[in-house]
């Protein structure tokens, strides 16, 4: 059955269950029966799925070593691996890895050129277009929670999140923890304070209040007295 497994399960459905299986959710003997795969073949998976979470597919991967394709399909591939090359190496540009799976959808919509994603990754390898994802440090804030609702992350960030855009925007998120559901999500031109009382209204007049309340260390989420305060006289 194992080698059925691209015929039987999409590669979202895999990653879910690996995903949940890494948080502690989820116990191996369940996923071995809804797989229906040996543990060898788990902890195989696994293993191809901590290594390179993004790019993870369980679609079936012949030998590409010897596996010819078009050279207009080569030259296409090489090309749009160049422009993530010089996104990566924007600084102000929020794109850290390349994005394999992209490149294939961008392959059939731009030139109708079907290819399948371990022959993207075999040529990127090839082509010094690939390295691997350093492994997340474990953070020191980290909280643990147990169901949805518990806990909210707020946050906020400024990036030219559209790469040939001339100006970078502000991007004010919420979401929830445990789930990890996108419950709000704004781009703005300027950060205010009111921009993130207007989300906070929002997200808990449409999911109610959560038990907590996070957010990171950015000044706009802190009271400085020196910087904020209108009833003393700072000398």
């Known amino acids: 059955m194992s080698k059925q497994l691209h015929k039987n399960f999409t590669d979202g459905q895999v990653k879910s269950l690996l ?4 948080k502690g959710e989820i116990k191996l ?9 040996k543990r060898s073949r788990f902890f195989e998976l696994l293993t191809k799925y901590r290594n390179d979470p993004d790019n993870f597919s369980i679609q079936y991967e012949r030998n590409t ?20 090359k010089e996104l990566i190496k924007a600084k102000e540009v929020p794109i850290k890895y390349y994005n394999y799976s992209y490149v294939k959808d961008l392959l059939e919509q731009k030139y109708s050129q079907k290819v399948s994603l371990p022959t993207i990754i075999d040529r990127a390898k090839r ?41 970078k925007w502000y991007l004010i998120t919420s979401l929830d923890d ?15 304070t ?19 309340y996070y957010v990171d260390s950015h000044s706009i989420f802190r009271f400085v007295q020196g910087r904020d305060s209108f009833w003393r006289n700072h000398y």
């Open 29 to 37: 003997s369940y996923i071995l029966q809804i797989l229906r795969i």
């Open 65 to 84: 070593s010897n596996y010819r394709i078009d050279r207009e399909i080569e030259a296409n591939i090489i090309q749009e691996l160049k422009i993530e």
């Open 194 to 212: 009111w921009e993130h009382i207007l989300a906070l209204e929002y997200v808990l007049l449409k999911y109610g209040f959560p038990l907590a």
């Open 19 to 22: 995903e949940k299986y890494s």
């Open 127 to 167: 082509n010094n277009f690939y390295f691997l994802k350093p492994k997340r440090k474990a953070h020191d804030r980290e909280v643990i929670t147990n169901y949805p609702g518990e806990l909210i992350q707020h946050d906020s960030s400024h990036h030219l999140f559209a790469p040939y855009a001339d100006r």
């Open 178 to 192: 445990y789930s990890r559901l996108i419950l709000y999500a704004v781009l703005v031109e300027r950060e205010t």
